[in-house]
């Protein structure tokens, strides 16, 4: 509750926050940590101070090592990705495998973290002897119930979120013909809460599904579900927003949605977020993916009742999406080496964090000479001087030339040039510049008519003296 009034004083600055994101800059010095930089953002205590949790999907097996680091460091919140699921833990009737499931909420324990059960009910990962059982009504309602007291049992108390009822619809809103819906009917939701709410009585619980971020056919029905179990009394505590995104298809209504539900009286989260490109990505589609993480968790942070938002895997390299969706990948905020990439400062963005002063407004100083001029061509130097108290750490100098002047040829830096929009990239080896300290790079161009030097630069999008 506290945690909760903190939120509603921040939402002011908040919506204002949410008007730049179109504004993200490419080349972000922080992009690129390099020593020295500014501290590192923890997004589990960025996430606290505005009152959600920030989680992630994780596999059991690799809680050690710098992925198991990252997990405890980062993340207030995990899902089991698989190790809870019924193929999982109820392979054969009655006979029970813990073992995967019991190392995420000892790992979750020991780390003041909370988990997501992930999840109970569900067509996918359904063991054989579900899915092709031939079952009477309540033949099957006894399976699920049992299986249900079983596991939310085994965890009572020490599990906050559950995924109750996993992906019951079809993408026009009708509900998905599983054989619990077959078997049982449309009452088996309703059966399944109530079993959960007897085993474990604190877990909050959710029905959670994907394509239903935005406000559509398929959420609408969810809405519709979530309206009348509550008119019927049945226990229903959140919706879970998957959040299996494409790269630039973030619903514009995904903030109104998670408004609707809240509006219904049902808390809301963003269960299972990737934001997936096709591979490999380039460095325009990973800024844009920066400014679509922090989009996301902006809208969950706009409404008081959406409790968190948890990635489905913090690294590309423990992520379901090259092995489902040909030719997609890179969809996490942290590349395959566990580097935090421009999504992750996106997420922190989006909590209220920045870079400390790398870069700000004025704290940089650019010296543009024509060395030797000729006929039609010319040679340049350019130095760029931090004149900041913060090291910049990977850069880009852009500036636009004033009379059709095109470059040939560049030395120390990657210069590309559209139209008269000029961008310099540092060569790698002059990534950091230290306060006070310049990186120098020169290049060859072209000109007729005029050779007039450029009189305003950027460095990493923001303004330079000249
Ligand atoms: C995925 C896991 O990440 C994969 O490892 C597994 O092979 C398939 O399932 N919606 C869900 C998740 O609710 O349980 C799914 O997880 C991804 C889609």
Same mark, same amino acid.
């Given at each position: ?5 903190l939120?509603r ?13 179109g504004?993200a ?6 992009? *690129? ?20 949790y ?6 059991? *097996? ?9 997990v405890?460091?980062? &993340? ?9 699921k ?12 813990w ?15 909370k ?10 990962q ?9 079952w ?14 079983a ?8 599990i906050d979120?559950?995924?109750?009822v996993?992906?019951p619809f ?9 054989? &619990?819906?077959?078997?049982?009917g ?7 809460l109530?079993?959960?709410r ?8 959710y ?6 971020e ?11 579900l979530v309206?009348?179990l ?22 514009s209504?995904?903030?109104?949605n998670?408004?609707r ?36 968790t ?15 895997? %913090? ?9 489902? %969706? ?5 969809a996490?905020p942290?590349?395959?080496? &566990?580097?935090?990439?421009p999504?992750?400062?996106?997420i ?6 920045s ?16 060395q ?5 061509? &010319?040679?340049?130097?350019v130095?760029?001087?931090n ?6 750490n ?17 030395w ?28 120098? %790079?020169? %290049?060859?161009?072209?000109? *007729? ?11 990493n ?6």
């Amino acid at each position: 509750m506290k945690l909760q009034s903190l939120r509603r004083t921040a939402l002011g600055t908040l919506a204002a926050a949410s008007l730049v994101i179109g504004g993200a800059v490419s080349g972000h010095a922080a992009d *690129s940590p390099q020593p020295g930089a500014a501290a590192e953002p923890v997004l589990r205590d960025l996430a606290a101070a505005k009152g959600i949790y920030y989680g992630t999907a994780v596999t059991a *097996s690799k809680l050690n090592g710098t992925y198991g680091a990252v997990v405890g460091e980062q &993340f207030d919140s995990i899902t089991p990705g698989n190790e809870m699921k019924w193929e999982s833990v109820e392979p054969t009737r009655g006979s029970y495998n813990w073992s995967g499931a019991d190392a995420v909420v000892d790992y979750a324990e020991a780390h003041g973290q909370k988990v997501r059960g992930h999840t109970l009910v569900w067509h996918s990962q359904l063991p054989g002897w579900v899915s092709n059982g031939s079952w009477t009504a309540d033949s099957l309602r006894t399976v699920m119930n049992d299986h249900i007291a079983a596991e939310a049992g085994r965890y009572k108390g020490r599990i906050d979120h559950w995924d109750v009822v996993n992906e019951p619809f079809n993408e026009d809103g009708t509900r998905r013909q599983s054989v &619990f819906q077959t078997a049982i009917g449309d009452s088996y939701i309703a059966d399944a809460l109530r079993a959960a709410r007897a085993a474990d009585p604190t877990a909050k619980l959710y029905v959670n599904d994907y394509n239903v971020e935005g406000i559509n056919a398929k959420s609408t029905a969810l809405y519709n579900l979530v309206k009348s179990l509550k008119e019927q009394g049945v226990p229903i505590d959140g919706v879970g927003l998957q959040a299996h995104l494409i790269l630039g298809q973030v619903p514009s209504t995904l903030q109104a949605n998670i408004q609707r539900f809240a509006d219904l009286g049902v808390d809301v989260a963003i269960t299972e977020l990737d934001i997936r490109m096709t591979v490999p990505p380039t460095s325009a589609q990973l800024t844009q993916q920066k400014a679509e993480y922090k989009a996301v968790t902006n809208a969950c942070l706009a409404v008081a009742r959406c409790e968190g938002v948890t990635v489905w895997g %913090f690294t590309d390299s423990d992520s379901w999406i090259p092995d489902v %969706f040909e030719g997609y990948g890179a969809a996490t905020p942290y590349d395959e080496n &566990f580097q935090p990439k421009p999504a992750y400062y996106g997420i922190a963005e989006a909590l209220g964090w920045s870079d400390g002063g790398t870069n700000p407004t004025g704290a940089c100083a650019v010296t543009y000479t024509v060395q030797n001029q000729w006929n039609s061509g &010319f040679t340049a130097q350019v130095t760029v001087k931090n004149t900041s108290t913060a090291a910049v750490n990977g850069w880009k100098l852009a500036w636009s030339w004033p009379a059709g002047q095109r470059v040939t040829q560049a030395w120390n830096a990657t210069v590309t040039q559209s139209g008269t929009a000029v961008t310099a990239a540092d060569a790698g080896y002059n990534a950091a510049i230290a306060p006070g300290a310049t990186a120098t %790079f020169g %290049f060859n161009g072209s000109w *007729s008519g005029g050779n007039t030097a450029p009189t305003a630069f950027a460095l990493n999008g923001t303004t330079c003296t000249a």
